[in-house]
């Protein structure tokens, strides 16, 4: 099974921005769908975005425009580039692999993102 790594969280004002990344331990990175998810405090764990091996990209409503996804075969990483955050953004952000042969799926332990002034 994957191991999934995330960094770049932290703490940033309303209208900053912040790139989080995904290490995936793995030499087939190209065969995983990766994710990006969020769990805000009594809220449930939401879709923020995806992005499919071909590069096939969505995104949450909520997101569009502010967020890019993207990912580095090369490197094993997927990236998260947020911009014009907003206090709503705060979460714990997880990164979400799915092996498109056995269908199994990885979560990494999370990164804090806390968006206030």
């Known amino acids: 099974q994957v191991q999934l790594v995330e960094s770049g969280g932290g703490l940033v004002q309303p209208g900053g921005s912040l790139r989080l990344s995904c290490a995936a331990s793995t030499r087939i990175f190209s065969i995983y769908h990766m994710g990006w998810y969020r769990q805000a405090p009594g809220k449930e764990r939401e879709l923020v975005a995806r992005i499919s091996t071909s590069g096939t990209t969505n995104y949450a409503d909520s997101v569009k425009g502010r967020f890019t996804i993207s990912r580095d075969n090369a490197k094993n990483t997927v990236y998260l580039q947020m911009n014009s955050l907003r206090p709503e953004d705060t979460a714990v952000y997880y990164c979400?692999?799915?092996?498109?042969?056995?269908?199994?799926?990885?979560w990494g332990q999370g990164t804090q993102v806390t968006v206030s002034s």
């Open positions: 979400n692999s799915v092996n498109t042969i056995t269908r199994s799926d990885s």
